[in-house]
């Protein structure tokens, strides 16, 4: 049976590993590389790596980080932050991860998803979408850390980053990122059913029964934790965890993604 | 004493993260993309990311392909990983050109099931169809699972080619070996410890 894969989505700041709240307020974590090893020696399924100050500071990729990084980390990696060219994404890979996330440069140039599609697979290209609610009712699609507002919404995006050649799409709650208070299982149902390609549900998780119900309710193929991991609870300090394997697998028994056996 | 492992870098492989598992599990590692360098190996490790036919063209334009053959049929020990392994097949649905035909076989699309979404990505679990030297060690192990990312299914044509096998959906060869000569479908250099066991039986294999 496949299971549902979990993924630590930690977020770079400057070189320094933080976690934000709404996007907003980045808190301090640690070392990236020694938390990231924590990671790899608990042999967590797969790994997202996003750095956040890359797109705001208009520099490049931490080259020298993220080769710390692949050279430690013997799993799944995908990074996202920065990335305008396919060059880049040459880099990415060439490196030592497999799968690039693109979010802010994709709402300029989406054909940047179909070239590295076309290259590398789709298997290998990670539509990033950030979701916030307005005020008044609706949501719209944001990028560059919720700073830039788009006039689409979730589901239309997330049709046309598949048909632009996205293999993949992480599904970020502007509104929940950070908060604990469970997915935006609403959104995340909506996008799942719009699209053939699996959807990664980010932002709001607080326990494994959030993670349970982003795929029974949800339908989301995986989840991604970012507080959850990096903080012992809501509140308290920085404590690098993951769920036990079989707690998790015990709960997600019997779910969409591990019905097969 | 053992000689590198030469990885074929054809430009379709994620030679980076396998260059750093080896190096993790101290085995040393060369990276050539002729046929002269092929010719002298005394391990193989053809990897592999993409669609068969236009992995076989550059093989086939780099001249790679008799030399990888010979090799693997001189008793060299020889790897494809991903859709490496697939190449060592007689050809696949997904193209037209034919595979390198070192182990009968084929490899098959995923036939559209229920909620189940192709590729076929993430963790999955796998047994043990055959010994082989390269899963020895799982025989300590209560459960083996390992990163899978594909669309085509193999199956080989004779079952004592299945090493390890695996379900999704169906059920499919998630590692062949015959001979000198193995697959493995998943990514070994991005499984954990599970992975690195698999590589550094390989490395240890005499040659």
């Known amino acids: 049976m496949l299971r549902t894969r979990v993924i630590p989505a930690l977020l770079i700041d400057r070189g320094a590993l933080v976690k934000t709240r709404n996007f907003a307020g980045k808190h301090y974590v640690g070392d990236p590389c020694n938390t990231l090893r924590i990671f790899n020696e608990l042999e967590v399924d797969e790994l997202v790596v996003l750095d956040i ?39 990415v890979f060439g490196i030592g991860f497999e799968k690039v996330v693109l979010n802010s440069h994709a709402h300029d140039r989406p054909e940047l998803l179909r070239e590295i ?17 307005r005020r008044f009712g609706g949501e719209q699609v944001v990028s560059q850390s919720a700073r830039r507002r788009h006039q689409i919404d979730p589901v239309a995006w997330a049709r046309q980053v598949e048909a632009f050649g996205a293999g993949e799409i992480l599904l970020t709650s502007v509104d929940r990122e950070g908060t604990w208070t469970g997915f935006d299982l609403d959104l995340v149902r909506r996008v799942s059913d719009a699209v053939g390609i699996p959807v990664i549900a980010h932002g709001g998780a607080g326990g494994v029964h959030d993670i349970v119900a982003a795929v029974v309710q949800g339908h989301a193929s995986s989840v991604a934790l970012g507080s959850m991991v990096v903080f012992q609870k809501q509140g308290c300090g920085v404590l690098v965890n993951f769920p036990e394997r079989r707690e998790l697998e015990t709960a997600l028994a019997g779910t969409k993604a591990t019905a097969d056996a | 004493m053992t000689s590198p492992i030469l990885i074929i870098d054809y430009g379709m492989g994620n030679i980076g993260s396998l260059r750093n598992m080896f190096k993790r599990v101290g085995a040393e590692t060369e990276v050539a993309s002729d046929a002269g360098s092929i010719a002298r190996a005394g391990k193989l ?3 592999g990311v993409g669609a068969f036919d236009a992995a076989m063209r550059r093989i086939g334009d780099l001249g790679l392909a008799p030399a990888i053959c010979d090799r693997a049929r001189a008793g060299v020990p020889t790897l494809g990983i991903c859709l490496g392994m697939q190449l060592l097949l007689d050809g696949s649905e997904e193209g037209r050109l034919p595979g390198l035909g070192l182990i009968p076989g084929r490899a098959r699309r995923f036939p559209p099931a229920a909620g189940l979404k192709v590729p076929h990505m993430g963790w999955n679990v796998v047994r043990q169809a055959q ?23 193999v199956q080989t044509e004779r079952p004592a080619d299945a090493v390890l096998k695996c379900t999704y959906g169906i059920e499919f060869d998630a590692a062949i070996g015959r001979d000198n000569v193995y697959g493995a479908q998943f ?17 240890k294999l005499p040659c």
């Open chain 2, 187 to 203: 990514h070994p250099e991005k499984s954990h410890r599970f992975g690195m066991a698999l590589l550094s039986a390989f490395a």
């Open chain 1, 117 to 133: 599609a076309e290259v590398y697979g789709s298997q290998a290209v990670v539509a990033s979408i950030d979701v916030r609610r």
């Open chain 2, 131 to 153: 010994r082989s030297a390269l899963t020895d060690w799982m025989r300590g192990e209560d459960e083996t699972r390992f990163y899978f990312v594909h669309s085509y299914a």
């Open chain 1, 53 to 91: 100050s890359a797109t705001p500071q208009k520099r490049e990729p931490d080259w020298e980080l993220m080769r710390d990084i692949a050279s430690e980390c013997f799993m799944p990696l995908a990074y996202g932050g920065g990335l305008r060219t396919f060059e880049q994404a040459q880099r």
């Open chain 2, 45 to 47: 490790l053809l990897p």
